[in-house]
């Protein structure tokens, strides 16, 4: 049974940064393909950035491309957002995710296992 875990989720103001972070447990983490998705209230969870096995592969969403870097360490099961310039409208619960295969446009359902998510908020 994979396991994810979010953590770095917080409170922060417009303009400013923030990591969360991802550590997986329970499968070969070098195996699986990481996404970072968001969900804010009222709206659909949209996928905001992932990466491939190695990390020779990168997805971005166009709302947070230039500003989000998504980077995973095979050897510590772990997965990173680095968010900058943030906005009010990146406020959402953002959720880590793993899947088995690479898509160029990954949606919820290319991902098997889910983290419980971590709020970013980000104040104006």
């Known amino acids: 049974q994979v396991q994810l875990v979010e953590s770095g989720g917080g409170l922060v103001q417009a303009g400013g940064s923030l990591r969360i972070s991802c550590a997986v447990s329970?499968?070969?983490?070098?195996?699986?393909?990481m996404g970072w998705f968001r969900q804010a209230p009222g709206k659909e969870r949209e996928c905001v950035t992932a990466?491939?096995?190695?990390?020779?592969?990168?997805y971005y969403a166009d709302s947070v491309k230039g500003r989000f870097t998504i980077s995973r360490d095979n050897a510590k099961n772990t997965v990173y957002l680095q968010m900058n310039s943030l906005k009010p409208d990146d406020t959402a619960v953002y959720y880590c995710?793993?899947?088995?295969?690479?898509?160029?446009?990954?949606?919820?359902?290319?991902?098997?296992?889910w983290g419980q998510g971590t709020q970013v908020t980000v104040s104006s």
């Open positions: 995710s793993a899947g088995l295969s690479w898509n160029i446009r990954p949606v919820p359902a290319h991902f098997a296992s």
């Open positions: 329970g499968g070969t983490f070098s195996s699986y393909v």
């Open positions: 990466i491939s096995w190695r990390g020779r592969n990168t």
